[in-house]
Each structure stands twice: as structure tokens, then as C-alpha cells.
């Protein structure tokens, strides 16, 4: 046996669970939580579920726990739904401009603006009655982060430089 495969071993011994079938490690004294949010996510069904906190509390985390939840719900579908993850805080410094930042959500028409050569699906329309999973919504701009929650609330969205 080589030094790595020891390793391996011996960190299986110390944390008691098989790590090639572990989808995720809950930390000491989150056993509770975890157990509880995801009782939550059961009876949320489809619902949109959010998930706040200071920096470093865990909230990737959680949401990674969510995402296995949900594809665990969907494994006996025919067609497996489309889990769309992003940050949003990136959207900020690859897009300065209004429309480029809602573009990437919610998508654009030809001609909707200069350099819009094409249709584009936005992640919105990407994930399509999948799950989609926002991080750092706050750094979006105050008029998209309005356009995301009437989205949440209603399902309905209108791609950049689309009439009516």
C-alpha cells in the first residue's frame, strides 16, 4: 500500500463514515440543522426556499445539501430536472451594464442591444422548471434583484428587449 491509500484509510477510521459514498460531510454539532432544513425543504415541495446567513456560516454548504436533496427527490423522473448553479457576485464585474446583468438571468431578443447578435436563453430559462440556485443576490443591482423576486413570486419573467 502506498502513503496516500493509508491516508485514506486512516481518515475513514477517525470519521466513521465511508467517504466514497458520503455526497457530503455535515460538520460536528450541525447534525440538528441540517436535519431540520432539510425537513423544511420536504414539506417546501417546489416552493422557493432561500437561505441567508453572515459570511462563513455555511450556507454553500447548505445548499449544496439541497441540491442532493433535490436530485434524490427527481431520480425517478424520466427526465432528470436541470440544476443551474451561479454566483451573482460575478456578475458585477464581468457585466457593468444594466442589461448585460439581466441578459445572464432572465435572457435577451436579437437586437436588444449592441453586440445582441442572437437570441439568448438567460439562467432563468436555462434551468427551466429545474432547480436554480443563486448565491450573493445582493450584489445584483437593486432594479434586477425587483425583476428576480417578481419572478420568485409569480413565475413570470420577460427577456431583455422583449415588448410586452
Request: aromatic share 10%; hydrophobic share 35%; glycine share 8%.
Amino acid at each position: 500500500m502506498n502513503e496516500d491509500s493509508n491516508k485514506k484509510e486512516h481518515q475513514n477510521n477517525d470519521l466513521s463514515i465511508d467517504l466514497k459514498k458520503a455526497k457530503y460531510i455535515i460538520p460536528p454539532g450541525l447534525n440538528y440543522t441540517v436535519n431540520k432544513f432539510i425537513a423544511h425543504c420536504k414539506v417546501s415541495g417546489n416552493q422557493p426556499v432561500m437561505v441567508i446567513g453572515d459570511t462563513g456560516v455555511g450556507k454553500s454548504m447548505f445548499l449544496e445539501i439541497y441540491k442532493n436533496f433535490y436530485r434524490e427527490r427527481c431520480k425517478n423522473r424520466r427526465k432528470k430536472p436541470k440544476v443551474v448553479w451561479a454566483n451573482c457576485a460575478y456578475f458585477g464585474d464581468y457585466y457593468s451594464d444594466f442589461n448585460m446583468t439581466k441578459s445572464e438571468l432572465f435572457g435577451h431578443v436579437k437586437g436588444a442591444f449592441t453586440g445582441a447578435n442572437k437570441d439568448k436563453q438567460g439562467l432563468v430559462e436555462i434551468a427551466n422548471k429545474g432547480l436554480l440556485i443563486l448565491e450573493e443576490i445582493g450584489e445584483l443591482p437593486k432594479q434586477v434583484q425587483a425583476m428576480l423576486l417578481t419572478f420568485v413570486e409569480t413565475g413570470k419573467y420577460r427577456k431583455v428587449g422583449l415588448r410586452n
